[in-house]
């Protein structure tokens, strides 16, 4: 009898051994930074040696096979820090920022049609030309975020025409508030630095449709597919948000609080375009091409049909980040699967990755793209023996079992990084996929026949009815979910290196478990005892914390006044009710410094009028006009918090009191700030203002 040979994981897939070096060499690169010369002599040097090595003698060759590796590991490693530095516009010799100021003129491509916000229209634009202080017109490359007001909304540029500007670019900042979200990084990764507010008499038509005829298919497509569904599938917003979601990823009419229950019950990527939405059309499309004689005998022609299919979806449902990532994903898996079946899966997906990564190497810090190769990796590594557990002979409920399966697999290898972004944990997760996954299947393909039947008026209305009731039915059902009591594990507490450790935990046990090898489950023993050790220690540095946060909050006052794993809230009463802003300001902060509501005052605050202390800090509020009466022996106090706009002087204030720092928040009009500042240097008083500093932290020790 011959004995079986199975091929190592390393040899049947190779693209994850190019992979590894390529995130170094990217991640190396945006954290400490190698320079372009250095690059440049290492990469030549690297592969001088590589060309000389492969000359050698075979026995050379087989003798020194390491060095081979380890060569072409560093090239690999160069080439994702070249890339990382190539693929940042701002290094570029004709970027646009190298010659700009206020008084530039720049001729800007409008990239999109506008869309429609709260208070505004906003587009990606390109920025084609500059003209010189000089005169001289020259071609340049950057783009830039555009917001037209409301008011302007019927002679609004569309996609393709050019317009002209001067100057008037703000660069792109973060709010600054503690754990918020990192904007600025997130636009800086579509290499998009700065924006700018346009009124209708701030910029002149130039050209119009100057357009591409992709994209002007693309973005036709997707118009007329949210034209129909709004059209056919009437009656609540919250309902046709979500179905234009399930369908094309549009995500401008979603309910805020429909996401947020989505998001709770682990359900979200029902509604974000995804690997889940291509295998489903991929599964299909199989089914369908399988069963045409002509077709079925050809592979070639049925793999060409199939990816034909899958990218013309993706193209209509707009090519968003998203969408191109799945679709890539797929391309590698069935090439890989038709032509190569020595290959694995995982060399399919370690393939599309590197190719991504390629093309765009600050993919790696999208969230998305993370979420999706670990779900992807943890169905094809686990699903098999977590069925495989249990045996049910029912047919039906086998069915069942197996989509658990695929679900555990995936919450398996996301969960680490999902607590590390979100801090939370659906417990009915799987009970909510159960339920969700199977009717948003039925909606998804009753929304493709309801497109391309839309032109049938009666069967098209009857179709969008259908589309109504069922996710009607798919939002009720994870309404009720999220009510349950303790749905939702919150507020986790979880740092960048207590995730790479949960991380080691988990690989290393499910290994472990899976090859019964004693050493790997030591490994995650070892990785457990590491991970309580730094979330034991960080829940003791957080239960011990004393500090005020002055949080930089467009138009508002909000302080909080943290001890152990309380806080107290001194601010405006609007952020008191209005959710959405304190999702989006305030409970980040207080998500990542583990600290709950305390609805009685804190008992070191001690508060007299307009003057707060807490622990040995003492500050003092101004919102509204006072009057201050200058006196010999100034009281110091720690902060001077002005908000509001008050009425009021910095040297009327200091003639009373002597302030260690002067704190301007977010509800103070721009130009008293500017006022203000001037003030302060003139009285050689330290200022910190929200607006550009961000959120101003004082530590009580």
Known sequence: MTASYKIHFWKASPFIRLLLP?????????????TLPAMGIIGILCIAAYLIFIILPNAAQYRYKWLQGLLLNVILFIAGAFLTWHNDGRNDNDWFGKNYNDSTLLVIKILEPPLQKEKSFKADAAIKYILTDDGI?????GKVLIYFGKADSLTLPQYGDEILIKGGLTAIKNSGNPAAFNYERYAGFQQIFHQVFLKKEKYSLLQKHAAHTLYSFIFWARSSVISTLQKFVQGNKKVTGIAEALLIGYKEDLDKDVVQEYSNTGVVHIIAISGMHLGLIYVVLVWLFSRIPVIKKYAVLKVVLILSCLWLFSLITGASASVMRSAVMFTCIIIGKTFFKQATIYNALGASAFLLLCYDPYLLWDVGFQLSYFAVAGIVWLQKPIFNLFFVKNKQLREVWQMCSITIAAQVLTFPICIYYFHQFPNLFLVTNLLSVPLSTIILFTEIFLIVFAWFHPLAAALGKLVYILTWLMNTIVSWCNAVPFSLLDKIYATPASTMVLYLFVFFICAGLLNKNKRSIKFALAAMMVFSFLWSYGKIKLSRQKKIIVYNVSRHQAVDFISGNKY???GDDELKTDGALQNFHLKPARVSLQVS???????DILHNGRLWKFGNKTILVVDSATQFEPITEKIKIDVLLICHSPKITIAAIVGAVMPATVVLD??????????WKKECTALHLRCHTTAENGSFILDIY
């Open 568 to 570: 107290w809230f001194l």
């Open 597 to 603: 509501l305390n609805t009685d005052t804190l008992n």
């Open 137 to 141: 017109l020259k071609k340049v490359n």
């Open 22 to 34: 390529l995130i170094a060499g990217i991640i190396f690169e945006w954290y400490i930074g190698i």
């Open 666 to 675: 977010g509800s103070n009009s721009l130009w008293k700030i500017a006022l």
